[in-house]
Each structure stands twice: as C-alpha cells, then as structure tokens.
C-alpha cells in the first residue's frame, strides 16, 4: 500500500467506500467511457441500477444531442487536457428520462488511464439566459431571412423567370468562373421566325414553345454545359469537348422535333452560331476570350440565318492579343493624363419627392486624338490594374470639387450635389482621405455636398484601410454611395455595416422596370430594403416617362439618366441650369 | 449562392484571419491540418510531435473558432461549406503551398473534399480521419450518415444548455482581463474556446451538409481513417466513402469515438506516416 493510502494518523484509508459513499454523483470509466463503477449517490439520483450500468458505455446514457456535443467536444478536451468541467446536459435515468445535471471529468493516470465523472443537479436557467438565449434565436432567424432574402434576389437577378435558364448577367458570371479551355465551344442558338410565331398563334404559345427549347437544350446536355436565356428569341449553350459539328447537328435535331401547343402541332428550327478558340495564352485575358467567343458565336448565328436557317456556322475567335492591346493602351493613358485629353461632363440628377434638381454626377472623357470621345469603359479597368487609377482618380476629384460650385449662383442648384466615382484601388490607398480633406479645405464646398460613388468590391473588399477611409470620410460629413449596386457578388450585409448614404441602382435592372416582373421585383426589393436602413436611392439609366412613372410609384428617392438630361460639358450645364430655373 | 469572395485580402490579412501556425522546416513537404466542430486547431497538438521534424506543418482555425479573427464571421457568409473551403484555399495561396497532403477532420474533411475538387492540382493527398459525406440519413437513396434531423435539433437544444458556460469562458479573453483562475483548468481554458453563437451555425454547417454529390469529381487521392466506435460516423459511413471515392484507402482503427488524434494520437499517427511513405 502506498504512502498517500493512509490518513495522517497511520489508519489505512478504505477508498473503495469513500468513493460509494460520496455526497456527489460519481462515475468511473476506463479511458474508452466503458463504465467501470457508479456510487450511490449516482444510482439514488438517476433511479438507475449499477449492475445495469457497468460494462456499458458512458455515452449510452446521454440523449443524443448531448452524446454527439460530449464527442466532439468535451472527450477531446478530456483526452488533450486531462479535464472538462462545467458541461450542462442530460442523463437518461430511470425509464430514459432525462434527468438535468452539470458534468466534470478528470482524466486519471494510474496503472491505466481511467475517467472520474462527478455529476450534479443543473442549476435552473435564469430569466436573463432564456432572454439571453431567446434573442439569439431571433437574430438566427433574422440571419436566415436576410439569407433567403439574398438568395432569392441573386437567383432572379441572375435566371431568366421563363425557362429558369440563367439570363445574360448569370451567363456572364458563369463564364467568369469557368477557365478557358482550348476546347471551349460556344453555341449561339436564335429560332428562326419566332416573331412570326408569337405574333400570329400569341405570345402564351411562344412562351411555351420557349420553355420547351429550354428544356430541350437542358436535357441534351452534360452537367458541366452552361446554358441561358440571352435574349427574346436566342439561347447560348456552352461546353467543353471535340465534336463541335456534331453537337450543333443534335441541338438543330432536337429543337426540329415537332411539339404541341394547343392540339395544333408546330416544327421550329434555330439557326446556330458555333464559336471555338484559336489559342488560350494567359490568365489576364480569360474576360476577352469569353467576350470573344460570345460574339464570335452571335455573328455566326446571324450569319446562319442570313444564308438561309436551319443551320449551324462555326468561326474561330482568335484571342490572343489582348495583352498586347492592354500595353499599348496604358501607355495612351499616361500620355492623355500628360496631355490633359480628359475631361468631365456632369449629368444632372432629379429629386423625387420635390421635382428639384439634387445634384450631378461627375463623369470622366477621354478626347481621344485618333479615336474620339471616349468614355470610362474604354480605359478605367485598364487603369484600374495599375496605379494610373489613383492618378485619374484625384484628378477627378479635384475638378469636380473645384467646377461644383459653377452653379451656385442659381436658384435650386445652389445646394446640389457632386457625385464623384471612386476607385477600389482609391479606397484602399491611405494617403485618400487626407486628399479630399485637402480638395474640400482649398474649397468653397461644404463637404456634406460631395457624394464619393463608391463600388460594391471597393467596400466588401473590407481591408482595414478601405474600413478606415470609410469611417473618416464620414467623419469628414462627406456623403457616400454605392454604385451598380445589386450587379456584385456580394450579399447586402455591409449596408449594415458602413455608414454608406446612398445606393444607386444599376441601369440594367432600371431598364427592365414595368417591363419585366424580374426587373422590376429586383428594384422593388433594393428600394424596401434601402429605406429600411435608411438610405437613398438613386436609379441610373433613366429614359423614358414610363420608368420614370414606374420608380415615383416604388417610392425611389432620385433618378439620373436621358429622360432628365445626358451628361453636359461645364459650359452647356451652366446654359441648362439657366434655362431649367427659368422653367 | 457562390462564395463571396474576398478580394485583395493581403497575405498577412488571411493569415491573421484563420490564426495561421506554420510549424517545421520551409524546405519539408507540406502537411494542413483542418480542424472539426467542437474545437480548434489545438486538436491536433497530441500528434504534432510525430510529424514537426519531418513536415512543413500549418494549421489554422476556422473563422469563427479558437484563435481566428472574429470580426471576419458572418453568419449568412458562413452559413455554408463553400466559405470554409475557400478560406483553406485562400490560406495555401498565401503560403503559396503546392503538393500539399490535408489531415482534415470530421466537418473538416467535407471542405478538403471540396477543395480537392475545386483545385486538385494543389493537393497531392487527403487523410480524411472520421469523416462524413452527410451525418443525416437519407431515406429517399437508404444512405445511412447515423443521425437525424431531430437529432440535430437536439444538439442544438445542448449548444443553449452550454451557451453561458461558453459565453463567460469567451469573455475574459475579449475583455482582456485576467483569466480567473479558480474559474476552470487554465489549460482546459486555453484549448477549444468557442463563441456558442458561432458553435449554433458552426453546428448546422457540420451536420447538416452533404457532399456526397462530390466524391465522384474528386481526383485527389485519399486515406479515409475511421474510428471502431464513433457516434457519429458509423462503420457503414467509410464503407461509403471507400466505394464513391477513386484511389481511395480505408483504415479501421482500434480507437473509438471521434476524435483519434487527441484520443489515440499514436495510432492515428503511425496510420499517417504509414500511408506518407507508401504514397510519396
């Protein structure tokens, strides 16, 4: 016998009836949870016979939420750290009824390494934990409804509500996410004569000899193959593998299959436009390689079509010199920002609710020598994937903020607002804030009228500089917005978490306004969701009486595009405010 | 819905984000370790020693688990494997890891899956220990994962149970007090804290995903290591796994439950290198 065996007086201690007599609920188990013995307590507490529970495992007696939370949680800690104390759970006593208890394991090393569970009575939950508890249940419920919420809005704005084929925005996404590969075919698939058949049987029946084709298509195809809806009448199916001919043969067999609608048997044909790359040289120019075969396909159907339908053209995209064209343009760019060939136009905003005039949106112009007036899609990504960015970027600013006050003196444009658009590549610089508060200190500009339009990566980009401008921007009173806003791929979540002002609905989803239920449910749930937290909305790409009807009635804030006026240079801007306060 | 994707997080941002540990020399093949539900990282420490001398060891925490950085947790953005699996490839760019060989665990070995699938020319093996395709039977195709819905219903009633246990655990270190220290063992305490409302979603994602509709894409080559007795992944399970994965192995072990590396670190290393040196 031991040392520690005997109690100071020299009296051997009997621990085998200390440990049955325990005031608290013991189990014994080897280090595998096999039970080896139980006390008295444990046996009176459960209503649980020892005889019953020896040989077993210790895991038999927990309910199975508990048994999977003591597994993956409490055992590890016990066989890494030799403990695990305060686990609230259940013991399945007498009749499997579970009896509530708060759980402390030690791991003991002896001969074996053996486990000792004391168990106790769990206290009852205060009314603050069941608060506690509660509202967390709720926020979970709320994460869920911002979750399906999400969902559903990614899923319309990305299919086509007809044939739940994606539409042209979910076609290019796609294709964004897909490597070119040599193999890569595109078919560019138009009906023949659709118009004819929709005007004289009625549009019910194209829409189902649409959703067939779709189907059709569908149902022909492998499950790597891309399929979408891209236009009225044209469906693009992309796909890997040889064979191109012989694909394009089987599409044209299955569409030709005659159908019926309305006991009347109807045979249409397509006429396909089969696109395959020549050569797939760098990564940098996966978006060119798509755009090209895409629209090497679309001509090949027009073709088809021209020499006589039902029937398939094939062409090679060749996309190779993008690269180069890259290069080249980049250093155009650094002579134009020498050679001052950009220039601003500002297009003015209507405000909604008091039929004013809110502001304008400053939009950057290349006078290009040879090639014209060009416009920001010509250059900016380019730009954007160097540090010429930043550059435009101030350059813009400065102007903007210095041509804002041109209006000034007239009536209604005297508080207008300068919107401004501001890079990812900007957001993220640190010297950013500190140049604006320069720009607007050099100025007569309140800073609460310069908008800064940022995008949705530049914010969900979420670095801790990007974060930090943000905030001090804000701080500044500087106004910020989001443009193209439901175009990214980002959830909504960090409306919540930037103190953004302003949202501006991109032209695509603004254009589709009382036309179609997709479009216009999309804007409907961008403007709830906006208010909701507070914060505007501005529709871009307004043209015509009836969007513009279509968006007071959804309670949209303010609109900008053709229908109010286009972007105007500083001189014509100062004849239409003029002419619109003489109104 | 795809993965957001976190553009321009800078190398150091990712490694902040998961509470990346690079273990061994640069020069050594390269082993990530991909922890399960109920802990972190640290659940691999019992069988570090068997590979630090001869491996470049890395491993991390899950966003929203142990040492990660929990402002980076959402929710909705996590409320899927997809976010995890992109994480564990964000974290081998960063690192720039190529030829890696993933030890992943329970949940963890659902997003190795999907990230072998996603880029199987980063990785030259799996060592899947007590994994799953999906915990929840299947009635319609007779699969039988070992749980049920309701089961995970009532795992969840014993998240609430130990919500406030876990709450004021996670709050010294938040607040940056002094640990009490009669409060509990300070090495319990320094292992597996988690935040009980990341452990309610961290919780669905384990047991309610199924990627059984990947295992024919994977490519990778595998060691699927199961446990005699898990609770969680019955036998059946591997037998599964063995039969819908290519170049697959399976290995029984004699250990039980769930977590062989912290319960019989020995033999699930021995496992390893055994299945190492055969394959390399």
């Known amino acids: ?583 | 819905m795809p993965a957001l994707p976190s553009p321009a997080l800078t190398r150091e941002e990712v490694l902040a984000r998961n509470n990346v540990t690079v273990l061994g020399r640069d020069d050594a093949p390269v082993l990530v370790f991909v922890h399960g539900f109920g802990c972190d990282q640290g659940m691999y420490n019992r069988i570090l020693p068997f590979f630090v001398d001869s491996y470049r060891v890395v491993l991390f925490d899950h966003v929203g688990s142990g040492g990660s950085n929990l402002s980076s947790y959402d929710p909705v953005v996590y409320s899927s494997l997809d976010r995890y699996s992109a994480d564990l490839l964000e974290i081998c760019a960063a690192l720039e890891l190529f030829s890696v060989t993933l030890v992943a665990h329970s949940v963890g070995a659902m997003m190795a899956l999907a990230a072998a699938v996603e880029r199987p020319e980063l990785f030259d093996r799996l060592i899947l220990l007590a994994p799953s395709p999906s915990y929840l039977d299947d009635t319609e195709t007779g699969y039988v994962g070992g749980l049920s819905a309701d089961d995970v219903h009532d795992l969840l009633g014993s998240l609430d149970d130990n919500h406030m246990a876990w709450a004021s655990a996670m709050a010294p270190v938040v607040m940056g007090n002094e640990r009490s220290p009669e409060l509990a063992d300070e090495l319990e305490q320094s292992f597996c804290r988690v935040d009980p409302r990341v452990m309610r979603s961290f919780a669905r994602v384990t047991f309610l995903s199924d990627v059984r509709g990947l295992l024919p894409q994977v490519t990778v080559p595998s060691l699927i290591v199961q446990c005699s007795n898990d609770a969680l992944a019955p036998l059946t399970v591997g037998d599964y796994l063995s039969a819908h994965l290519a170049h697959s192995e399976l290995v029984v072990l004699a250990a039980t439950g769930h977590v062989p590396q912290a319960s019989a670190p020995r033999e699930t290393a021995e496992v390893i290198i055994r299945y190492l040196a055969s394959t390399s």
């Not at chain 1, 044909?269 to 120019?285: E, F, M, P, Y």
């Not at chain 1, 400065?398 to 890079?423: E, R």
């Not at chain 1, 804030?557 to 109104?583: C, M």
Request: charged residues 20%; glycine residues 10%; hydrophobic residues 40%.
């Open chain 1, 1 to 583: 016998m031991t040392e520690g065996s005997r109690a100071a007086n020299g009296t051997p201690l009997d621990y085998e009836s200390l440990f049955r007599a325990a005031p608290e609920a013991s189990v014994i188990t080897a280090a595998d949870g096999t039970i080896l013995d139980v006390n008295v307590e444990f046996t009176t507490w459960t209503g649980l016979h020892r005889a019953e529970l020896v040989g077993t495992s210790f895991l038999r007696l927990l309910p199975v939420g508990d048994r999977i939370l003591f597994s993956t949680r409490s055992q590890p800690l016990l066989d890494l750290t030799g403990r695990a104390s305060q686990v609230e759970l259940s013991i399945l006593g007498a009749g499997r009824v579970p009896v509530p208890a708060t759980l402390s394991v030690s791991r003991v090393v002896t001969d074996t390494s053996l486990n000792m569970f004391v168990l106790g009575p769990r206290r009852e939950r205060s009314v603050e934990e069941a608060q506690l508890i509660s509202a967390v249940h709720r926020a979970e419920a709320s994460d869920t409804r911002r979750q399906i919420a999400e969902t559903d809005l990614q899923h319309q704005s990305d299919h086509d509500a007809l044939t739940g084929l994606l539409n042209r925005d979910g076609l290019m996404k796609a294709l964004r996410e897909i490597v070119p590969h040599r193999e890569h075919v595109v078919y560019w698939i138009g009906l023949d004569h659709f118009r004819v058949i929709n005007e004289s049987l009625g549009r019910s029946t194209g829409d189902e000899i649409l959703t067939t084709v779709g189907r059709r298509l569908r149902e022909g195809c492998t499950g790597d193959a891309v399929i979408a809806r891209v236009g009225g009448d044209e469906f693009v199916l992309t796909s890997l593998g040889p064979g191109y001919a012989d694909h394009a043969d089987r599409i044209l067999r299955r569409i030709a299959h005659p159908l019926i609608v309305d006991g009347l048997e109807i045979i249409i044909s397509a006429s396909i436009g089969v696109s395959t790359v020549a050569s797939v040289n760098t990564d940098r120019a996966h978006v060119s390689v798509v755009e090209r075969l895409l629209r090497t396909a679309g001509t090949g159907m027009h073709e088809a079509k021209a020499a006589g339908r039902n029937r398939w053209k094939h062409s090679t995209a060749i996309a190779d010199d993008s690269a180069i064209n890259e290069i080249r343009l980049l250093g155009e760019i650094r002579s134009a920002i020498a050679g001052d060939q950009f220039r601003l136009e500002y297009q003015p905003q209507l405000n909604l609710r008091t039929g004013r005039l809110h502001g304008f949106e400053a939009l950057i112009r290349w006078d290009h020598p040879d090639r014209g007036v060009i416009g920001p899609a010509g250059f900016i990504d380019v730009a954007e994937k160097t540090g010429l960015i930043s550059q435009l970027g101030t350059w813009a600013c400065h102007t903007a903020i210095a041509q804002a006050t041109l209006g000034s003196g007239v009536p209604g444009a005297a508080a207008s607002q300068m919107s401004v658009n501001i890079s990812a590549r900007q957001l993220s610089d640190s010297h950013f804030t500190g140049t604006i508060e320069s720009l607007l200190e050099a100025s007569t500009l309140e800073p609460g009228r310069l908008t800064l339009e940022l995008t949705e990566s530049g914010v969900i980009t979420d670095g801790p500089q990007a974060r930090a401008n943000i905030q001090r921007l804000d701080g500044l009173g500087v106004r910020l917005s989001i443009d193209d806003f439901g175009t990214g791929h980002a959830g909504f979540a960090y409306l919540n978490d930037f103190p953004i002002d302003e949202i501006k609905i991109d032209r695509s989803f603004v254009s589709g306004v009382g036309i179609s239920a997709d479009a216009t449910a999309i804007v409907t749930s961008c403007i709830e969701l906006a208010h909701a937290l507070n914060v505007s909305v501005v529709a871009e790409g307004v043209e015509t009486t009836e969007q513009l009807m279509h968006l007071t009635e959804l309670g949209c804030d303010i609109v900008q595009g053709f229908h109010y006026s286009r972007p105007l240079s500083p001189e014509k801007l100062t004849l239409w405010l003029a002419s619109s306060s003489n109104r």
